[in-house]
């Protein structure tokens, strides 16, 4: 088990904000925190681990950075993690689905252990 597994939705969703989204957080209250984007001077949090739509995001921004193939990965192992007896495997197409169907809660642990290892360009340095 990874330390994201351990998070509440909220948390994992805020990590994918600051760490894949490139947002920074203005003010956190108590129930919601105020979030500035690259592109909205002031926004809620959005519930990335929660909501199939917003885990759309998430894959539309790894695509962006190019980190596809590490995501991908990263979501087999949360659709099939290690430790599970071979006898439950019922064949590649079984796999499949599973990948297709993960959860938005392993889409976004899967972008960030994807996005953890990812290197920025000096653009982004620059910009920072």
């Known amino acids: 088990m990874s330390d994201y597994e351990k998070l509440t939705d909220r948390e994992l969703s805020e990590l994918i904000a600051e760490r894949l989204m490139d947002w920074s957080l203005i ?21 990335f ?15 962006e950075l190019g980190l596809v193939k590490k995501y991908m990965v990263g979501v087999a192992h949360q659709a099939w993690p290690v430790g599970t007896p071979a006898s439950t495997f019922k064949g590649a197409d ?9 959860t938005p809660r392993q889409q976004c642990i899967a972008a960030l252990e994807a996005v953890k290892t990812r290197i920025p360009t000096p653009d982004e340095l620059e910009a920072k």
């Open 49 to 63: 681990a929660a909501s199939d739509n917003a885990a759309r995001l998430v894959r539309d921004r790894i695509k």
């Open 94 to 102: 079984d796999f499949s689905f599973m990948m297709h169907n993960a």
């Open 27 to 47: 003010k956190r209250h108590a129930h919601e925190s105020i979030w500035k984007t690259p592109s909205i001077d002031a926004t809620t949090l959005t519930m």
